[in-house]
Every structure is written in structure tokens, then in C-alpha cells.
């Protein structure tokens, strides 16, 4: 059964650093593209990353670029994304998802809050 | 970037009634697209890719067409459990991958 679970978020200050664990099981990490995608409060789904297979290509929303990244270690069968410079509007919940088309799996998310 | 439009924006419907929610690009995606049904505190669930093929599982009273710039989910004969946000995306040109606004189906 394939599985990808978040982990790392919480409450932050504006300016503020995080970053978000995905472990994935089930599958073959190593053959699959990963992606985080995100909901904020009261909005719909927002991509925000990929990566490919080897982390040799990465690829970032305009919203997050520069401020993100998202890197991986398949030898544990994990995705991260380093969040920095994090603002109120990054506020959501963040899914990790596989896979370079539709998103077949996807965990159950972990919440981020930029705060004062 | 691609921009995706969904309507209606929310659809009352009644439990066994017929469901049609509607996605359109602003450029062609092909059949590059795929539905996702979202309950609150759960995860997205992928139910149509390639514009049309049911992913293994989801129900029968589920099906998509379209291809090019217009789209559509139906879902036949409603259930208490489909009750949920519906969101189309894009995978034809990206990054990024564009998700609609999303649809919601209420009673």
C-alpha cells in the first residue's frame, strides 16, 4: 500500500524558517517524481514544487521561488521542503503528492501557520 | 500559465440527482487533465485522468469527457458521499500545474 506521510509543520513567525518531511513506503521512491501542493484557509489547491526522480530538475511556483526548496534522499525514501522567508499568505496546509502527471497518492497534509 | 475555470462555483443538488461540473482552459490541454475530489480534513482524491479514465476504485456513477479547452465530470446518481469540492487540473504544460478554483456540491 503506498503511503506518503507529512511531517514538520507548525507555527512560525513572519521571516520565519521551516521545513516539511514527506516519508513515502509502498513503492519504488526512487523511480517516481515528488510534489508538494498546498490548500490555504478558504482557498483551493495551489501547486508549489516538484522534483524529479534524480533531483537533478526542481521546479517551484512564482509564489514560492526563491524562498523554497525542495530537495530529496532516496536512499531513506523522503522528500523535503525548506520553507524560508515565510510570509502570513504561505499559511495552509501542505500535501506531499507523487508522481509527474495526475497526482495519484497523496498524504494527509501538514499544516503550516505564519503568525505573530 | 495555463488558467482553469471551473462552474458552477457551488451546485445544489439532491441525492440521487445527476451531478455535470464543468472545467475549461484557457489554452488546449489535450486530455492532459485529471478531476480530484476534496473532503474537508482528508486528502484530495484522484477520480478521472486523461481527461476521461476512471482511476481503479472510484464508483461507476463517476465518468469525464472533454479534451482540448472544455471539460466535464458527471456524477450520475448522487451520494450523501459525494458531497465535496471537485477541482480539475492540467498536466499538459507545466510547471505549473494549475488547479480550478474547485467546485463545490451541496444539498
Known amino acids: 500500500e503506498v503511503q506518503l506521510v507529512e511531517s514538520g509543520g507548525g507555527l512560525v513567525k513572519p521571516g520565519g524558517s521551516l521545513r516539511l518531511s514527506c516519508t513515502a513506503s509502498?513503492?519504488?521512491?526512487?523511480?517516481?517524481?515528488m510534489n508538494w501542493v498546498r490548500q490555504a484557509p478558504g482557498k483551493g489547491l495551489e501547486w508549489v514544487s516538484a522534483i524529479r526522480t534524480d533531483s537533478k530538475y526542481v521546479y517551484y511556483a512564482d509564489s514560492v521561488k526563491g524562498r523554497f526548496t525542495i530537495s530529496r534522499d532516496n536512499a531513506n525514501n523522503s522528500v523535503y521542503l525548506q520553507m524560508d522567508s515565510l510570509r502570513a499568505e504561505d499559511t495552509a496546509v501542505y500535501y506531499c503528492t507523487r508522481d509527474r502527471t495526475a497526482f495519484r497518492y497523496w498524504g494527509q497534509g501538514s499544516l503550516v501557520t505564519v503568525s505573530s | 500559465e495555463i488558467v482553469m475555470t471551473q462552474s458552477p462555483a457551488t451546485l445544489s443538488v439532491s441525492l440521487g440527482e445527476r451531478a455535470t461540473l464543468s472545467c475549461r482552459a484557457s489554452q488546449s490541454v489535450n486530455t492532459n487533465l485529471a478531476w480530484y475530489q476534496h473532503k474537508p480534513g482528508q486528502a484530495p482524491r484522484l477520480l478521472i485522468y486523461?481527461?476521461?479514465t476512471t482511476v481503479t476504485g472510484i464508483p461507476a456513477r463517476f465518468s469525464a469527457s472533454g479534451s482540448g479547452t472544455d471539460f466535464t465530470l458527471t456524477i450520475s446518481s448522487l451520494q450523501s458521499e459525494d458531497l465535496a469540492i471537485y477541482y480539475c487540473q492540467q498536466y499538459n504544460n507545466w510547471p505549473p500545474y494549475t488547479f480550478g478554483q474547485g467546485s463545490k456540491l451541496e444539498i
Open positions: 509502498g513503492f519504488s521512491f526512487s523511480l517516481y517524481s
Open positions: 486523461g481527461a476521461s
